[in-house]
């Protein structure tokens, strides 16, 4: 069973930067990707960043594209988010996720979407909020 555990969140101004972390319990499979999501209240789960944990390839989607870089330490099982620029937007409780079958998001309309269906494993989140 995928478990993860989320850290790194906390209270910033607009414009400052956070650093997320999400561990991941040890894999015997490959081709996996991990992503991080955001949830604010009363709104749906929304895909932020996946990265592809044997290859690397990264994925954003286009609200936090050249903001958010996600990155892996394969060696301690770990993927971050880093945030910067932050806008009060941001703010949400933000999760990570594994995807087993190796599908790290979907492209359509030239946006790359990713998808919590094609996740599991939920962690119980970070809180990151954003002020003005």
């Known amino acids: 069973q995928v478990q993860v555990g989320e850290s790194g969140g906390g209270s910033v101004q607009a414009g400052g930067s956070l650093r997320l972390s999400c561990a991941a319990s040890r894999q015997t499979h490959d081709n996996f990707c991990m992503g991080w999501f955001r949830q604010a209240p009363g709104k749906e789960r929304e895909g932020v960043a996946s990265?592809?944990?044997?290859?690397?390839?990264?994925y954003y989607t286009d609200s936090v594209k050249d903001r958010f870089t996600i990155s892996q330490d394969r060696a301690k099982n770990t993927v971050y988010l880093q945030m910067d620029s932050l806008k009060p937007e941001d703010t949400a409780r933000y999760y990570c996720a594994k995807s087993t079958r190796g599908i790290c998001s979907h492209l359509s309309g030239g946006n790359w979407h990713i998808l919590a269906s094609d996740y599991t494993g939920w962690g119980q989140g970070t809180q990151v909020t954003v002020s003005s």
């Open positions: 990265i592809h944990f044997d290859f690397g390839n990264t």
